[in-house]
């Protein structure tokens, strides 16, 4: 299949455009979800929703995978061997996030349109990545890129490590059926308050980083704008919710902001 360069540039710059917007409203609005939802907002089930929402970025790459593996030759050359362990990587992520963190969760409903805004950015984004992977890359076979890749699959495991272990933390502040909030603490909440949103952003810088492509940065850019703002949000609740908050903790990334 051949690359469609003009469909990956203007998705790309949809995400780059798309986070600068989601960031100006972010400044002026909470986003409607968890602990700031509308009681007059229409849901759906936490479990439910965040399964929804986030499948088709596990779902679309692995079917452009698997066409892209029936058509390819048995022998797997270098090249092609990086681009897959890079999808991989990618779909790693949203494999935990649809079939065991969303059936872990103990979150809110979440609003039907969080819900679909969330599934259609997950298919474009999803489809974005796997075929500029697979169709459009090109990688240079020197130490640099070697190194580049193996510093940007680090970060991104450990990103994703503080990003389950945060998320784990918060799981467990309340039990099932509680609605009841309370001070994170332990792992990287010790010195944020968005542990799970630095894991998450460590996470897609490193994968940016690895891949080093536009589309990719284009990503990275955007969960920035997108849930950066939220971690300063949630600062903001805990020290107006808490006077014992800690005064140290910052809002996302540790000793700076």
């Known amino acids: 299949m051949e690359c469609w360069d003009e469909a990956v540039s203007h998705l790309s710059w949809a995400l780059i455009v798309g986070g600068v917007a ?33 499948v088709p970025a596990f779902l679309l790459p692995l079917l452009l ?9 048995p022998r797997m050359s270098g090249h092609r061997t990086r681009r897959t362990l890079l999808l991989c990587t990618f779909m790693l992520h949203y494999f935990h996030r649809s079939f065991i963190y969303a059936f872990l969760t103990r979150g809110r409903p979440i609003p039907l349109s ?14 974005l990545q796997g075929h500029h992977l697979l169709h459009c890359v090109q990688f240079e076979d020197t130490w640099l890129t070697d190194a ?13 490590t503080i990003n389950i272990h ?3 933390i918060l799981r467990n502040l309340r039990k099932a059926g509680e609605t009841v909030y309370r001070i994170p603490n332990g792992g990287i909440f010790e010195f944020v308050s968005g542990g799970n949103f630095f894991g ?27 849930i950066g703002p939220r971690a300063c949000q949630h600062h903001r609740d805990y020290q107006q919710r808490f006077e014992d908050y800690p005064r140290s903790r910052k809002a996302l990334i540790p000793f700076i902001l």
């Not at 969080?114 to 489809?127: D, E, H, P, Q, R």
């Not at 580049?148 to 994703?160: E, K």
């Open 200 to 226: 998450e952003i460590v996470e897609w810088c490193g994968y940016a980083v690895a891949a080093w492509s536009f589309p990719t940065f284009a990503f990275a850019f955007f969960t920035i704008c997108s």
């Open 114 to 127: 969080i819900v679909l805004y969330a599934t259609m950015f997950c298919s474009l984004n999803g489809f």
């Open 166 to 168: 945060s998320d784990h």
């Open 22 to 54: 989601f960031l100006l409203h972010q400044r002026r609005k909470h986003t409607q979800y968890g602990r700031y939802v509308s009681v007059e907002s229409r849901c759906c089930p936490a479990r439910l929703g965040w399964f929804l929402q986030e």
């Open 65 to 73: 995978l698997l066409n892209e593996e029936a058509k390819a030759e």
């Open 148 to 160: 580049r890749m193996a510093a940007g699959f680090l970060l991104f495991v450990v990103g994703m």
